[in-house]
Structures are given as C-alpha cells and as structure tokens.
C-alpha cells in the first residue's frame, strides 16, 4: 500500500541537489516521517482526550503543526493551495523557523525518556537537505498521503523503512554501522529467548534492530498482555546508545515504527563511560550487540577500561560483561579473528 509513495518520494530526492547519497535519501525521508507520525499520534490523543470530554494540550504549537504548514486543509478536507507555502518561502520557514523551534524541545524536555527530549534530539541532530521548495512541497503531499493510525500500517511502513536502511547499508561503505541482517538479529533473539519484566540493552544499536526485534519478539501475542505489560514494554524493556547522530535518528524512528511511542535510546558515545562508574541499577538483564570492530579510540577513552586497547570491539566486550546483571545473557556478533587479533589486548 505504501511501497510505491517511498519509491516516489525517493524519486523526488534523486532530482533534489542537496541530496547526493541513499545517506541523504534515508536521512531526509526520516525527519518527514517522523513529523508526519508525530501529527496523527497527537491527533489520536486529542480524540481521545475529546471523547473523555478533557482538552488535550498539544505538544506541537499551532503555527508549527503538520495539518498548519505541511499539509493545510480547507473545511471539506481538501487541500488548501491557497495557504500551503512552496518555493522559497517554505525553504525558509522549515530551515530558519521549524528545524530550530524543534530542536528547542530538548531544553524544554522534563527528561531525556519523553518524546519531547527526542524531537529536540533528531532535530538538533539533522538538517533540512532540500534546496527547492517544490520539490519539499511534493515531498510533504507524498508524505501527508501515509497513514499511522493502526497496527497494520506501522507494521508495513516499519518493513519498507526497514528495507531502505538495508539499501543505504549496502550502499554505503560502512554499512554495517546502520544495518544487522535481519535473519541474523531473529536467531540471536530467538537464542536468548527473552523474557517480560527482562531489560534489554544493545550499547551500539545503529539502528535499534536487535530492539525491534526483540519487541516482535515479545509482543507477538498482545491479547493475552495485561495493560501493565504493554506499559512494561513501551517503558521499561528496551534501551540503546548510539554514538552517530544519522544512526540515532534511524533507530528512534524504526522503533517508533515497530510501536514504541518514545524510544529509550541516548546519543552518546557508550566508550566514554567509564567502568568503574556502573552500578546495579545500570545493568542489563539482556544484551544484545553487533558492536564496530575494527575502529580505534583515544588513549582517554582507553583509560575507562581495565584492558586498554584502542580497538573498539575489545572496548566493547568489556562494557558488555560490566553492564549485564548476575546471570544476565548476551549474544554478540564479533569477526571470526577476535580471539586470535594479534591486538596488544
């Protein structure tokens, strides 16, 4: 059903001068979605909210709502040109006026697990590529065209999403930063077999597919979950870190496809921390990772770590045997010589 708006929209990128990769594609095509999601999820609270006969208070001020500049409507639900901004004027407005009232969110935030903390995050992390207004405006109407009302439609954007961050890993030279085979996360997942009530943790999620599918994993049979468990869930469960900015954004909005409202996951750089500092109430029931090796860190980041090293995957396996409960689990991938690296660690 929405196959075909991704390739148009896609379509649209390829002829945008200020987009030149899959990177760029991927990265644009996220921030409208995720404005796009954000309009019907507070549409869906203010009905809610009107059928309890209470006033919902909207994140999103007026002038700045989807419904307000992306898409305007007349009464009859038609699209209004008169009052829908292109060309210069849209540019202007979404680059000088929307991008940084968004990102102002994240001073605002009452904590970095709201949903607020996370449109200042994405916003404070990306920018606005297009350089025409009019192919922004075809964009948006592409755009406005998705539906995130129910289960079905998440589900099907989240697997057309999910297959273009497979397109932009393979197109790119470090793909594997973005992208984990999905047939190789479901064994690993189906291994540990996690449990409601567990948390787990991936300190390198990329973007969040271990998470992903570790919440289809669980929630494969919402009938029989009481409301305290789905809450457990979109909650208390899953929790990431992720150190490049482009990877943030794909992790938050996947997850936010695959039915978390806001994502547990930090930018950060998960080597910054240092060991000594972990206590009990920072470990893991569960982790899961395909954490960078080959790359190398700084002599100070080296020093978090009781063997120092400046390859990162053997950074990493000791913050995964620092962060996991007692008789905690973890599948890893790691390259077939981690163990015969000729690494002074």
């Not at 996951?265 to 921390?273: G, P, R």
Request: charged fraction near 25%; include cysteine; aromatic fraction near 12%.
């Amino acid at each position: 059903m929405f196959e075909q708006t991704f390739k148009n929209i896609d379509d649209v990128l390829w002829k945008e001068a200020g987009c030149s990769s899959e990177l760029d594609y991927t990265e644009q095509t996220s921030w409208l979605l995720f404005l796009r999601y954000l309009d019907d999820l507070e549409t869906e609270r203010a009905m809610e909210a009107e059928l309890k006969g209470a006033t919902y208070d909207y994140l999103i001020d007026a002038p700045h709502r989807w419904s307000t500049w992306a898409a305007p409507k007349n009464a009859d639900g038609s699209f209004d040109h008169d009052n829908a901004m292109t060309g210069d004027d849209l540019i202007a407005f979404v680059s000088d006026d929307l991008f940084p009232y968004l990102e102002g969110f994240k001073e605002r935030a009452s904590g970095p697990n709201t949903i607020e903390y996370k449109i200042g995050a994405i916003f404070g992390e990306i920018e606005n590529k297009f350089r025409s207004g009019y192919s922004l405006r075809e964009a948006l109407d592409l755009t406005d065209s998705l539906q995130f009302r129910s289960q079905e439609e998440k589900h099907e954007l989240s697997h057309i999403y999910e297959a273009k961050i497979k397109n932009m890993g393979n197109a790119g030279r470090n793909g594997g930063e973005y992208y984990t085979p999905r047939p190789l996360i479901r064994a690993m997942v189906e291994v540990i077999a996690p449990k409601l009530g567990e948390t787990i943790c991936d300190p390198a999620c990329g973007s969040a597919g271990f998470l992903c599918e570790s919440y289809d994993y669980l929630r494969h049979d919402t009938k029989t979950l009481s409301t305290a468990q789905l809450k457990t869930l979109q909650e208390s469960t899953f929790y990431g870190k992720e150190k490049k900015s482009l990877a943030y954004i794909l992790g938050i909005m996947n997850m936010i496809l695959h039915g978390i409202d806001a994502p547990n996951i930090i930018l950060t750089n998960t080597l910054s921390e240092n060991l000594a500092d972990i206590q009990e109430k920072d470990r893991f029931d569960i982790i899961l990772a395909n954490p960078p090796f080959g790359g190398k860190e700084r002599k100070e980041v080296q020093q978090n770590f009781p063997v120092k090293t400046s390859e990162t995957a053997f950074l990493f396996l000791q913050y995964f045997i620092k962060s996991l409960k007692a008789g905690g689990r973890a599948a890893v991938v790691i390259k077939n010589t981690f163990l015969s690296n000729s690494d002074n660690a």
